[in-house]
């Protein structure tokens, strides 16, 4: 997770390794995938009809295997989708690249780097006390402003160095694991998913306002900061309930500094309590794997068959359009160029990030672009990436939950990237 230097900017370790597999073995990803999709829903049907004892007696693969009905659907239009893409068969609408090419092409092969290493190497953060340190140090700070518990900020700072992906992966596991309660795991994948420094240089890139990329990325930082208090404190993660995924209520004390510490003396205590327990190289590697089991089966069928359907909506019908009209007369009275224009790009990110900055293209207004290259990245929650992994995983958010926080994450960012927008342009 340390930042280093890259030929495009700031990167770390992780993103580093899923580049170089990429680079390696990048054509036969896609079909590594299409199988991989194939075998979750093969061992799904197999645990729901056959039931062997093998599965039934590991919790690991009943977990895997035996999911809820609406998670096999969602398997089985996976697996559906990932052959017609990679055999192009049927309608183009499906397999096009634009659709589902651009997930089985594109994205599932960065998902399936991304996953190989921060599944293999997730127990470096998780079991050697990096978490207990922080808990410690942080719990003063993060726990007022953002309600959430000190060992979150090592979440945060998984999303904005590395990609929203690793910190929502790194958040599934903690709350599993019983450090997080369904509100503030839900507040972690929601608020903190933010899409790495490298991703958000492509967004600016591609709307050509490179040379805007300070006050465009301090406008992401502090509106992002803004978003992250406010939206905690009203509906609907607000009424999350403040229990463990076992339904026990939250433990104050656990938070409390005994007397006699100091906040480092008692953080490095409490991590060196914590790796003491952690030496078997073997039992490292075996929960590295099952990581990277979890997620390759988990979630990439939820991306895929998510991802491609919200893309399919967004290009070939005009319901995008349509939701973008009420924000028509808020554009108008923010002061934003070509408001009808810019008006669908503020929904259509909730399919894939990507695609404001791409319909953005045809708009001539420098400042209705950098407004809704900034926006685009603030609003976190689009269904081809960090919404399907939010769905796929076991935080406590539904449909639902995801469309409202969209939408007031929009509301409270962009008026002020826009007032931003104001003073450059």
Not at 140 to 164: E, H, N, Q, T, Y
Not at 245 to 273: C, F, T, V, W
Not at 331 to 346: H, M
Request: hydrophobic residues 55%.
């Amino acid at each position: 997770m340390i930042p280093i230097p890259s030929s495009d900017g700031v990167t770390i370790p992780i993103a580093v390794l899923s580049d170089l597999i990429q680079d390696l073995i990048g054509p036969i990803i896609p079909t590594m995938m299409v199988w991989i999709i194939i075998f979750a829903l093969f061992g799904t049907i197999v645990a729901k009809t056959v039931k062997p004892a093998f599965i039934k007696t590991s919790p690991f693969l009943t977990n895997l295997f035996d999911i809820h009905p609406v998670w096999v659907i969602a398997r089985i239009l996976a697996t559906i989708f990932a052959v017609m893409v990679y055999f192009r068969l049927g309608p183009e609408a499906i397999w096009s690249e634009e659709t589902g090419g651009t997930l089985l092409y594109d994205l599932l092969p960065v998902l399936f780097g991304v996953f190989l290493f921060a599944g293999l190497l997730l127990p470096l953060l998780l079991n050697f006390g990096l978490l207990e340190l922080f808990g410690a140090l942080m719990t003063k700070i993060m726990r007022p402003v953002f309600k959430l518990p000190g060992r979150s900020s090592i979440d945060a700072l998984a999303s904005w160095l590395g990609d929203g992906t690793i910190g929502v992966l790194l958040t599934s596991k903690q709350y599993e694991e019983g450090h997080y309660t369904k509100r503030e795991a839900a507040i972690i994948g929601t608020t903190f998913s933010v899409v790495s420094i490298t991703f958000s240089i492509v967004v600016l890139k591609r709307v050509d306002l490179m040379n805007y990329f300070v006050p465009y990325y301090f406008g992401i930082t502090f509106s992002g900061v803004i978003a992250a208090i406010i939206l905690p404190r009203i509906w609907p993660l607000s009424k999350k309930a403040n229990t463990y995924m076992n339904g026990k209520e939250r433990d104050h004390a656990s938070e409390l500094i005994p007397e006699g510490y100091s906040r480092i003396g008692y953080g490095l205590e409490q991590a060196l309590i914590q790796a003491k327990k952690s030496s078997s190289v073997s039992k490292f590697l075996l929960d590295g794997s099952k990581n990277i089991l979890d997620m390759w089966m988990g979630v990439a069928p939820i991306v895929m068959a998510l991802g491609t359907l919200a893309l399919i909506i967004a290009e070939y019908t005009p319901i995008f359009q349509w939701l973008g009209i009420p924000f028509i007369p808020l554009l108008q009275l923010l002061g934003i160029p070509e408001a009808q224009a810019a008006s669908q790009t503020l929904v259509v990110g909730f399919a894939d990030m990507f695609l404001p900055s791409i319909l953005a293209g045809d708009i001539e207004s420098d400042m209705t672009r950098f407004i809704i290259a900034s926006v685009s990245v603030t609003q976190l929650i689009y269904m081809s990436e960090v919404g399907g992994l939010l769905i796929g995983s076991k935080i406590p958010v539904n449909m639902k939950d995801l469309i409202i926080i969209f939408l007031l994450r929009t509301l409270i960012t962009l008026p002020i990237i826009t007032l931003i927008a104001h003073l450059l342009f």
